[in-house]
């Protein structure tokens, strides 16, 4: 199973936008509406931000938001703050029963 | 609020074998489904293996199947990593974590336990 395909790395200023994209293929991202979204801070364990492409957990800040459109998915942060800077991945359920992520992108918060 | 811990990390030789735990609490462990992922040092995430809340169903990332198995015991709140024929490329920090509701809500992570394969 190939992993995702995420740029290495992406950047905005504070109270900016930003847009992670995320692509896959029809047996992954594209097949299921079973992607998430993980914000992982240096020498800290994931976060999930996103779930079932479009879902916030509890506690979770809307400003972080999820879309899909056919094998590719994106994850939007509005608002950006610098709290915000760190590496985020997305991941996908597979048609074989596994879980495939992407390689990760660095957010810097200029 | 549910918490996750894992242990048994260390320092391994290449051929070698090692066994992680992962000790869950406040929340019915045997509802949930548990993974185990790994992270090698500087690189991203990788899923690693998946079961089910009563241990009949098993999946796991071809890099690992048939050297890897996950079990669980559900009256210690547990489940566990078997490693066996331990290479240099399985060196990572090893996280459990538990699957709510679908196929995709990795809601709890443990802290990782660091394994090092090295001669």
């Known amino acids: 199973q190939s992993a995702l395909t995420q740029p290495a790395s992406v950047s905005g200023s504070p109270g900016q936008s930003i847009t992670i994209s995320c692509t896959g293929t029809?047996?992954?991202?594209?097949?299921?509406?079973?992607v998430s979204w993980y914000q992982q801070h240096p020498g800290k364990a994931p976060k999930l931000i996103i779930y079932?492409?479009?879902k916030w957990p509890s506690g979770v800040s809307n400003r972080f938001s999820g879309s899909k459109s056919g094998n590719t998915a994106s994850l939007t942060i509005s608002g950006l703050q610098a709290e915000d800077e760190a590496d985020y991945y997305c991941?996908?359920?597979?048609?074989?029963?596994?879980?495939?992520f992407g390689g990760g992108t660095k957010l810097t918060v200029l | 609020e549910a918490q996750l811990v894992e242990s048994g990390g260390g320092s391994v030789q290449p051929g070698g074998s090692l066994r992680l735990s992962c000790e869950a609490s406040?929340?019915?462990?045997?509802?949930?489904?548990m993974n185990w992922f790994r992270q090698a040092p500087g690189k991203g995430l990788e899923w690693v293996a998946f079961?089910?809340?009563?241990?009949?169903?098993?999946y796991y990332a071809d890099s690992v199947k048939g050297r890897f198995t996950i079990s669980r015991d559900n009256a210690k709140d547990s489940v566990f990593l078997q490693m066996n024929s331990l290479r240099a490329e399985d060196t990572a920090v090893y996280y459990c974590?538990?699957?709510?509701?679908?196929?995709?809500?990795?809601?709890?992570w443990g802290q990782g336990t660091l394994v090092t394969v090295s001669s």
């Open positions: 406040g929340f019915s462990f045997i509802s949930y489904e």
């Open positions: 079961i089910s809340g009563r241990g009949t169903t098993t």
């Open positions: 974590a538990r699957l709510a509701v679908g196929w995709s809500k990795f809601d709890y």
């Open positions: 079932d492409v479009t």
């Open positions: 029809s047996s992954d991202i594209g097949g299921y509406n079973y």
């Open positions: 991941s996908s359920h597979t048609s074989s029963s596994t879980w495939v």
